[in-house]
């Protein structure tokens, strides 16, 4: 029986994972079965302890032809980490992306999510989700849908092959759930945790099972897993929004003219505010596997996830909005009656009188929802052939809701104003002399309601959906001892649609649109009582604000009616279908082993994008591109404990989705301009190269040094052209009844172009080592390190005159664990470095580039094992309270917003039956 129980338990062996390891990517778990030979170390994917997972890692990445590195799980049910965006920046070249202080995007070795692709089970997903900036409109994953529990292994691919999957310019990591055929017996284990955070001070459940069962002849198998848990954050901190230099209405404070035409080229906060936002998630997964093996040369695995994250964001603020205006009802009225400004050109102290204040109750209410089935069939023809099948399909959907209700407290000099309030004066305050931890104050009681009026409600609805369908064969040849031959297809639809309306509306608009200006739209009064809200209070400060009841009243009253919007309206189809062929090999040249393969993937890629011109007209424009991708990857092994690799690949990742969208404007009166994006762009495309010599100088230990380059053919520019209309590739119907006349005029084009691309390059350096070699009593070798530093600098050009880095690209990040562990106890304290990065270069002007601040989270992890089945831990993230801050101006560090969230604590127990 070649699926016989030795196999189908420990799929991974490290004489055949030149084929293997892009096949766990390619097939989710399974790879070719070899002939039997008993001198074959076969490696189990499950580990039994930390220490274990990291030695079974370890041998995974030694024996790959490519850079892979892997995360296990420490035991059933029982991650690393809590999050699976925080167990992959463990990893050299990975770094992430936070949010409410949890990990939500990755950036490997400088390239950002957009060029990241994930697969679940052998499938490319997309898990779509929402957050500070609104929905994610990219190509990027969402690691923060899933639970860590629902998985028991994330590989990490930065080098790729033709067998696996095209559309990575930075990496594929794969994620594998459980399967029953893992485990060497029945299983059934429960983890429970109590979470609590000191600075929300609130405790939170945290609940994860999982069962698996296999028959006496161990040809069936089934297994169920499942997770539960929420999460209550608070987000405290400060918010400027950016920084300008405006010129004022006014300046009482000054001397000189002098003095006005330095306030007005100064730099000022666009709105001073604090942010307490609050963060409610509760999260749902679920998987399911079976897996039968209906005769001696076939296994069939079928497998089945879904993930569900229900949540709400609570985000009150109060700020002067004039700061933030820059007609005649923003800085235009103001009055600078007092100022300091330093060295950078910053005015970080100010009194600024005649401006409108706001009070927002802003929720944001979002979930997503995420469904995969697949199924694979492994089949052996002969001892020689092989074949492999993968069938599935994925489903994302999210809905979000942005609701904000704005009371203002207008100037006297504002034609708005339509109420006299208890407090007539209106100036703000504030000094950033600590950008950090700012004072902000108003002139007048912000905590009464009668100091406000209601000005504006804004309802944002955001419907979204990603789906992928996959079917995928690999055939498989063992040719001789030394070389296996492989080819395959791969077809694959993807689909993004994302539809948007609004109902947002000043008071005074609605007014006179109900027919009569006289405070009241549609029995919604423009008056602030005690009944229409409540004091909250923040940062120091209390002031007045509506609550969720003044939302339904607004809706229900009509006066606010929702209008699509169009640049939220669009759809993306891609329908792709890959071919490859490839050889793996492992043969001697002299008296050492070379390994590796080399082959060629080619894909052609069918497009078809919708979007809306001039507000009305659904546009679909189609398109098609073709890629040939070849890769080589080779490791040449001068002894047992020293590896030389070298890679090389031709790949590419498929243009951003908002970018694909033909939708935007067309004027034909007049001038004649079109403005959209540009379904027609191509991929990304770029060489990349990996060198790495690797040492394993003793068992589970690793130094290793790795370069690697990507040089980047293109990458996206705005840019203006003029065009014939039948270059645009619009359907001539936008030009209505003119068409005969202008079909052959020349228009003005402004669109997203491929620009000229760029450069990155960098280097990884990993160490790891168990310290057995420790003097001193026997506890002292059971310690042991895990240390890496990647640097990465890169240069792309943006415009036709604008160069810089990649945005998410730190030039440095680097990690470190310190762990011991025996057979009872179990510690860990690990440090997470990210370097300072761009968040947004869009801008021509250097000074409104932004930036992120370094970060170092440190987290800990213990356990306790009471019985061979009873496990207690503890654990503990960001136990120096890290904040995340993000500037604008790289020299003058002006603060946008500061966030800070506070420790998490978990304690659990696990039980194993």
Known sequence: MKFAKGFKKAPLSLAVTTAIVTSVSAWGQTAPATPADDDIEVISVRATSYADSLAKALSLKQSSAGAVDTILAEDIADFPDQNLAEALQRLPGVAITREAGEGREITVRGLNSTFTRVQLNGMQAQSLAAGTGGVRTSRGFDFNVFASELFNQLSVHKTTSAKLDEGSLGATVSLRT??????????????????????????????????????????????????????????????????????????????????????????????????????????????????????????????????????????????????????????????????????????????????????????????????????????????????????????????????????????????????????????????????????????????????????????????????????????????????????????????????????????????????????????????????????????????????????????????????????????????????????????????KVLRGNAGVRHVKTNLESTGIINGTEEVTVEHDYTDTLPSVNLALEMTDELILRASWAKVMSRPDLGTLSPGGSVSIFGDYRVSYGNPYIEPFRADATDFAVEWYFDEGALLSLAYFVKDIESFPTSETEFLSWAETGLPESLLGAERDNLIDETFEVRRTVNGTGGDLSGFEIQYQQPLTFLPGPEWMQKFGVLANLTLVDSEVTYGADRTGPLTGQSDESANFTLYWEDDVFSARLSAAYRGEFYTNLSSTDERKWRIMDSTTYVDFSTSYKISENLKVSLEGINLTDETIDEYIDADAMRIINSQSTGRQFFLGVSYRM
């Open 178 to 591: 459980g399967r029953p055929f893992d485990f060497n017996e029945d299983v059934v284990a429960v983890n429970a945790q109590g979470s609590y955070n000191d600075q929300s001070s609130e405790l939170t459940p945290r609940l994860s099972g999982l069962a698996s069962w296999t028959n006496e002849d161990d040809s069936f198998g089934v297994l169920f897993s499942a997770s539960l848990s929420q999460r209550i954050v608070n987000n405290a901190g400060s918010d400027t929004g950016r920084w300008e230099d405006d010129t004022f209405g006014a300046c009482s404070a000054c001397d000189s003219d002098a003095d006005v035409a330095a306030v007005s080229s100064a730099w000022h906060p666009r709105f001073p505010r604090f942010a307490d936002k609050t963060h409610d998630q509760d999260r749902v997964g679920l998987t399911a596997a079976v897996q039968f093996v209906p005769s001696d040369d076939t296994l069939i695995s079928i497998d089945a996830l879904y993930a569900n994250i229900d949540s709400r964001r609570d985000e009150p603020f109060m700020e002067a909005i004039s700061l933030a205006r820059t007609g005649a009802t923003g800085v235009q009225q103001s009055d600078v009656t007092a100022y300091q400004i330093d060295g950078n050109n910053t005015m970080y102290a100010a009194t600024i009188a005649d401006v409108d204040v706001r009070s927002e109750f802003f929720v944001a209410e979002w979930e997503s929802e995420f469904t995969q089935f697949s199924v694979n069939i492994d089949h052996h023809f002969t001892d020689e052939l092989s074949m492999s099948f993968l069938a599935g399909t994925s489903q994302s959907t999210l809905d979000n809701r942005e609701s904000t209700v704005i009371y203002e407290h207008f100037s006297d000099n504002d034609e708005r104003k339509m109420l006299e309030y208890a407090e007539a004066s209106s100036a703000v305050s504030y000094d950033f002399s600590d950008m950090l931890s700012p004072s902000i104050g108003y002139s007048f009681d912000t905590a009464n309601p009668a100091n406000w009026e209601v000005s504006e409600f804004r309802d944002r609805i955001y419907d979204a959906e990603a789906s992928t369908d996959t079917a995928r064969l690999d055939l498989n040849y063992l040719l001789n001892d030394e070389v296996t031959l492989s080819g395959g297809i791969t077809w694959r639809e993807y689909g993004y649609e994302i539809a948007g309306v609004r109902a947002d509306a000043s008071f005074a608009s609605r007014d006179e649109a109900d027919g009569t200006v006289d405070g009241n739209a549609c029995g919604i009064s423009n008056v602030v009582t005690d009944a229409d809200g409540e004091v909250v209070s923040f940062g120091g400060q209390s002031f007045f604000m509506a609550d969720g009841d003044k939302i339904n009243n607004f809706v229900d009253s009509g006066c606010w009616p929702y209008n699509v919007r169009p640049g939220d309206t669009r759809a993306v189809t891609e329908d792709s279908t890959g071919i490859y062929a490839q050889a793996d090999f492992n043969t001697e040249v002299g008296d």
